[in-house]
């Protein structure tokens, strides 16, 4: 948010009016009638939130919005609770703030501290607490620099660097709010003294500025000339929210206040009445006739604020804990202090990719729940991007949780959700599979218990919830125990072990239903070709050669080329909306589409330093996994090229050698060796099973902890 920096207020969030209108019916002289419009409106509202859902993260609004309007908006679902007792959004908006927080009770969360100011953090504090803290001196030092004027004008903000010499003249009701509920918290706080009286009076009378017209609200820095942004949209429902609140802290202010609330609420509903409900909430409320075409979080905040404040004279006012609060405070918020948490887990290497595993029973059954536990476990995010307070390995192929239960699923009989989480950033990632994890849930349901313990060789059906695919996991069980020591070695993990047998079932279309989710075998993204393709994940395949790039590159000069990233994330992302995977590039997850550059075979040097023939490998592949380049190849990504070279014109086919270094199979080279993916198709071409083989073994059981 780029509000002006300088919230003298300290405030609180109580809030706001209504009036009949087209699509909103209200009736100012029937609290149910509020309710009913307040109801309505707190519903469109909180359907732009997704935050509750599985795989977003609690609090975080999707774009246009930051965050600090996403703490607004929950302030307002705070005062609606307040207004009309229902109780529906009361678990969602506890949720969200207490995700927010942050893990020293300071709402710095992790996900944010980068770009939050102080005034961001201030919504999400106004949603949580109510405070009185700010005064003479607060209020001397606004005058003296000309922010606050003789006529009680608040304006927008001054530069520290002129040492405050410039005012920026523009009025914001938010701004006004903010001064007038400070003030009349002091007014409260001095039982009443002149001096604040004659403040909180002036203030009052200060506001008509925005009221030009019949006592209805208005933006008079926006509105007019129709550049009101994201953010203004919204400062309406924070001056109706502290104008409310003031009626209680100075009740002198009641009759000035509510002669504006009151037909500034009936305006706002009569503009309730567009978009395909019918009752999307505009902005104009002055043109409160007809819609003024605009709708979003702001507008429908705004609207409920000020509706719902016309309860504010049958509410209760503000207590405390001697006044008959229940509420206790917190004297080391803002602290790290307290016990740890803790959960039965397991760590399991799969592949060449490592996860921490619980069972579904012991996770919360609420799976908007399961993000903060991933990420603290994990130890994300992390700035430094090494996850030294977590279990996490720096890399996205060790920034992995899995999730394992029975399946009610006739073909399989375990379930099994995986979760990538973002290493540098708060992100918990569902949009995808991890064929590598895929190789040690198997061996964790036998080794858990979930399914019956034999020795000798066994299969277990796996369903993945991610995609609804299925794939089968054969490995040897020993003792009633998955097998761990084998002879098969997969490069890129030291050492051999018993051999996984992986074949996934029908693995094309899993997230588009589709094998080429674009209908053309290639498409042009940057003016570069690019096969698009969904086998176990969603991919895009292009030419290294298209790029100027050598096809071997290692994962550490991927990241030194100057303009390599961004290139290739730009192509992932036109590639991601042409597969229908998000309605725009800003919106793309960052684990789907996988992208990959493909090159014909030749020799060339690996990772461990040694050199790979090209005749061994029948096409040389380098992968990228949510962000970074894979020092091996996502096994997902391995079964999209082993289909790929299937399709005549593919990019994929353009590059693989007609002679197969094995028969019944495509051999992938990558920069940690190789890798054979068999497949089966059928008559008609389609892929119908594609097998891999993996190892995989138990790390530690026992319980993880996390802050």
């Known amino acids: 948010m780029r509000l002006f920096k300088m919230m003298a207020s300290t405030a609180i969030a109580v809030s706001t009016s209504g009036r009949m209108a087209q699509a909103i019916s209200l009736d100012l002289s029937s609290p149910d009638s509020i309710k009913s419009a307040a109801k309505t409106i707190a519903f ?40 009309t007792g229902d109780p529906t959004y009361v678990d969602v908006t506890s949720q969200a703030l207490l995700f927010q927080v942050g893990p020293n009770n300071d709402y710095m969360t ?21 405070a009185t803290e700010w005064a003479d001196k607060t209020w001397d030092w606004m005058t003296a620099v000309g922010l606050l004027d003789s006529s009680y004008y608040v304006y927008d903000g001054t530069d520290l660097t002129i040492n405050c010499s410039n005012v920026n003249y523009l009025q914001w009701t938010y701004n006004a709010g903010s001064f007038l509920l400070g003030a009349a918290n002091m007014y409260n706080f001095t039982n009443g003294s002149a001096k604040w009286e004659e403040r909180v009076s002036g203030l009052v009378k200060g506001l008509d500025v925005f009221f030009p017209k019949d006592n209805i609200m208005q933006e008079v820095a926006c509105e007019n000339n129709g550049k009101c942004d994201v953010d203004q949209h919204s400062f309406k429902a924070y001056l109706a929210r502290w104008m409310a609140a003031t009626t209680k802290m100075a009740p002198f202010t009641s009759g000035a206040i509510m002669a504006k609330l009151a037909p500034s609420a009936q305006a706002a509903a009569q503009q309730c009445s567009g978009g395909d409900s019918g009752r999307a909430c505009g902005l104009r409320w002055q043109d409160s006739t007809v819609w003024d075409g605009s709708s979003g979080v702001g507008q429908e905040m705004a609207a409920l604020e000020v509706i719902q404040s016309n309860l504010i004279a049958q509410s209760k006012g503000p207590v405390t804990n001697t006044t008959g609060g229940t509420s206790k405070g917190n004297y080391a918020a803002g602290t790290s202090t307290g016990s740890q948490n803790r959960l039965p887990a397991s760590y399991y290497r799969g592949g060449t990719s490592r996860a921490i595993i619980f069972r579904e029973e012991h996770l919360p059954k609420d799976r908007a729940a399961w993000s903060p536990i991933f990420c603290g476990a994990i130890g994300s995010p992390d700035p430094n991007g090494r996850q030294l307070d977590g279990l996490g390995g720096g890399i996205s192929s060790l920034s992995k949780v899995c999730v394992v239960g029975p399946s009610t699923h006739p073909d399989a009989d375990v379930d099994y959700t995986f979760a990538a989480i973002g290493v540098k950033k708060l992100d918990v990632d569902y949009s995808s599979n991890c064929g590598n994890m895929t190789s040690a849930i198997g061996p964790f349901a036998v080794d858990s218990g979930l399914i019956e313990r034999k020795d000798g060789k066994v299969t277990v059906r796996i369903r993945n919830t991610n995609t609804g695919k299925i794939i089968h996991s054969t490995f040897p069980v020993v003792d009633g125990e998955a097998a761990s020591n084998g002879d098969f070695a997969i490069d890129g993990v030291a050492g051999t072990a018993a051999k996984i047998e992986l074949s996934f079932v029908n693995p094309a279309g899993s997230k588009t239903g589709k094998l080429l989710p674009t209908g053309n075998v290639t498409d042009t993204f940057e003016e570069v070709k690019a096969t698009c393709i969904d086998v176990g994940n969603p991919c895009v395949f292009i030419q290294a050669e298209d790029l100027g790039i050598d096809g071997t590159i290692l994962p550490d000069e991927v990241d030194a080329h100057p303009t390599l990233h961004k290139t290739l994330e730009s192509i992932r992302r036109k590639g991601a909306v042409a597969m229908g995977i998000c309605k725009d590039e800003d919106s793309t997850p960052d684990s789907i589409p996988k992208l990959a550059m493909v090159s014909r075979r030749t020799s060339h040097k690996l990772l461990s330093g040694e050199v790979i023939q090209g005749n061994t490998v029948d096409l040389v592949v380098r992968a990228l996994s949510v962000g970074q380049p894979h020092r091996a190849v996502p096994i997902t990504v391995a079964l999209a090229i082993a289909a790929a070279a299937n399709i005549e014109g593919s990019t994929v086919h353009a590059n693989a050698s007609s002679e197969r270094a094995v028969p019944d199979g495509i051999t992938i080279g990558h920069s940690s060796g190789k890798i054979m993916v068999g497949a089966k198709f059928d008559g008609k071409g389609s892929l119908t099973h594609a097998t891999v083989f993996r190892t995989a073994r138990r790390l530690m059981d026992g319980l993880v902890y996390w802050k």
Do not use: C, H, R, V
Request: aromatic share 22%; net charge negative; hydrophobic share 35%.
């Open 44 to 83: 469109d509202m909180m359907s732009y939130y997704s935050g509750n859902t599985t795989g977003n993260i609690p609090g975080n609004l999707a774009g246009p919005y930051y965050w600090w309007e996403a703490g607004a908006m929950f302030g307002a679902m705070i005062d609606y609770y307040y207004y």
């Open 110 to 130: 992790p996900n944010q501290t980068k770009t939050e100011g102080n005034d961001d953090q201030g919504f999400w504090g106004l949603a949580a607490m109510s």
